[in-house]
Every structure is written in C-alpha cells, then in structure tokens.
C-alpha cells in the first residue's frame, strides 16, 4: 500500500497548553509492528492533562498525545505477517504493548498491570497523526458495522467505561450511580449500565447534558447545580441507596459524595483521575465499616475487554455521541473539554 514520506501531527511544543499543527517524518517500522492510517481519534481527559501538563508526558512520546485511535493497517512488519495485512481495520488503545512474559501479563486478566508496557501519547507517540506505529500483537481488530468515528472512543472512553460498570457488581435490575454522566466516561458508562440491565440514575450539570443522559437510558438525571442534597434525592429513588457508584468525574465533590448515595454493601469505582494528589476516593472507616462499603477502581480494559466494549457498538446498543472536529480543532475542542463544555465525546477527523 502507497504511503508518503511525511505526515500531518499535532504536536505539543513550549510552555504554552496547545498543540501544533506541523509536517514530521511518519514513523518507520520495527519488528513485530504494524503501521497504521489514522482516520478518526477520540478526544480523552488524558489527553487533556498531558497537554495542559498536569500529567507529565515522557520525551518519548516527542509531544504527541491521543490513545483513541481507529484506522487502517498500511504496512506490516515480516515477522507478523501471519498476524495482519495491509488494508484491515485498526485501533489503537491506551496500551500499546505489554511484554506478554510477566506474572501480569500470563494471568489471563491483568497485563495492564505490566511494568513494561508501552502508553500511547505518554510513553510512545500517540493518535494525533496521520499515520502510528503500534506493536502487533497488541493492537484491536475493529469489527465490520463500527464506524470508525465511533470505534476510537471505545479504544480507552468505553472499554474504560463497560470494565468500570462491570467492577461495580451491580446486577440487573439494581441501582447505578453516575457521576460526570453527561460527559465522555459518563455518556458511554450510561449505556453500557443500561444495556447490562442496570437502573441509571445520572448525575450532571445543565439542560443540554440532562437531555443526553435521559435520551441515552437514565431513568433520572440529578442537576447538581440545582440540587442540594444528592444523598437526599438518591435516597428518595432507590429506598435505602443505589448498589454502585461509578465516578467518571474526577471532581473533589464528586469522590466526596459518592459514598453518601450507596446502600449497604454497595461499592464505589473511582475511574476519573484528578489531576491534583489531594483529591481521595473514599469515606471515614466508620461509614466504611458499619455499611461494608467497598472502594475499588479500574483503568481503561484488557484486550479482551476491548473486544467485549466493541461488540456492544456492533450489536447497535451503545454509541458514543461525538463533537466532530479536525487536528486544527484540536486546541478548541481540549479547552472545551478542560471546561466541561463538550456533551459526550469529541472526535477529529485524522486523515483526509
């Protein structure tokens, strides 16, 4: 497959939080590696950290963030080849590569814990390209009748998501809790809870992020903005509290009220990362112990998470509503998101 020298990227350069638009070489391929036409990356919070530097991104990654990418395969390492050919559909996730040799990584269902993995727009350069080099035999086959648009955001938002709903034990026909619902974790988490016969109820601020989360499946949706007194009002629909918690906000107020909303034995996933250390998921060991709370968290999904989160957009029962935009856009669509303004996920368009 025909392919040019150069590439588009979105680069982060300087002091200042923005990326650059600029030409770069693309990346050449190693051993054991794909190369890979990126037509559509979601937009994560992570991103947005790296960018504003709250995270510290890794010279490694030379200033290129995004992990939510969805594309096509253009070129294949030799030894490989038994793997993927030219022209099969891509994604390429938060990990990019992991050692597959560690305790981790040969227990069957926890090699995001490896001490070796690789991070795209962290540790290797990440999605904000036209074109990305991945290792093979970590990379996600995108399922035939999933749009591109929509299978970036499931590489790290709605894995992130489905693995956080499933974490929390709740069973059909049980309360959840979310909050940040009308956002990117949130919006996905919605449906994935909804579609695994979980009750929703969704916590939010304002009219155009109510109107998302009830058309999405919850049942209720409590505007912060205007409520008081969240346990209250969750206690006043689910009786005794909800069974789960599923904080996709990385807000002080949010991890502070979470354990408040829950019943006896119910349990708090804690999956958004503030960016300041003194921001704890939690609540005092008397609450604690005298409801048997749990606190749990989880972060982005195994390669087999991935595929289970995708077959959901195949079987038509969740979709990722997106904000569409370009790597022009990108800068825009960040602050947008820095400030709670983007409903759902936002996505650019990669390649033309």
């Known amino acids: 497959m025909a392919f040019p020298k150069q590439q588009k990227a979105a680069v982060r350069r300087g002091q ?56 096509n395969v253009v070129a294949v390492a030799e ?13 390429i996730k938060w990990v990019t590569s992991v050692c597959r040799k560690c305790e981790f990584c040969t227990n ?27 290792d093979a035999r970590y990379a996600t086959r995108i ?54 016969g979980m ?18 499946g919850a049942e209720h949706f409590i505007d912060f903005t205007l409520t008081k007194e969240i346990p209250a009002e969750v206690m006043s629909i689910t009786t005794y509290g909800a069974h789960g918690v599923v904080v996709t906000t990385a807000s002080r107020e949010g991890y502070a009220t979470a354990p408040m909303l829950l019943r006896p034995g119910g349990t708090v996933v804690a999956v958004g990362i503030p960016s300041s250390m003194s921001i704890m998921a939690g609540a005092h060991p008397a609450l604690l112990c005298m409801k048997r709370l749990n606190i749990v968290g989880t972060v982005t999904g195994t390669l087999k998470d991935v595929d289970e ?3 959901f957009t195949a079987r038509g029962l969740v979709h990722p509503a997106l904000t569409h935009g370009t790597l022009h856009d990108l800068n825009d669509l ?19």
């Not at 490896?114 to 390209?129: H, I």
């Not at 299978?151 to 974490?167: D, E, F, Q, S």
């Not at 009308?182 to 695994?196: D, N, R, S, T, W």
């Not at 947008?336 to 650019?348: F, P, Q, T």
């Open 16 to 71: 200042e939080p923005r990326c650059e638009v600029t030409t770069i070489d693309i990346p050449q391929l190693g051993p054991g590696q794909i190369l890979c036409k990126i037509n559509y990356s979601g937009i994560c919070a992570t991103d947005k950290s790296f960018i504003y530097d709250e995270f510290k991104m890794k010279e490694t990654a030379k200033g290129i963030a995004g992990h939510e990418g969805a594309g």
């Open 79 to 91: 030894d490989v080849k038994d793997l993927w050919k030219e022209g099969d559909r891509v994604g």
């Open 108 to 134: 069957g269902t926890d090699e995001l814990q490896c001490t070796k993995q690789q991070t795209s727009g962290n540790s290797v350069p990440g999605t904000f390209q036209e074109y990305c080099v991945t």
């Open 143 to 196: 399922p035939d009748g999933i749009k591109d648009e929509e299978a970036g955001p499931i590489m790290c938002g709605g894995v992130t998501a489905y693995v956080a709903c499933k974490r929390s034990q709740v069973k059909p026909g049980q309360w959840i809790v979310v909050p940040g619902a009308g956002g990117g974790l949130g919006h996905l988490a919605i449906q994935y809870a909804k579609a695994m």
């Open 199 to 216: 009750r929703v109820i969704a916590i939010d601020g304002g009219a155009e992020k109510q109107k998302l989360c009830l058309e999405l």
């Open 309 to 311: 989160a995708l077959d």
């Open 334 to 352: 960040i602050a947008k998101l820095k400030d709670g303004k983007i409903a759902g996920r936002a996505v650019v368009k990669i390649s033309t």
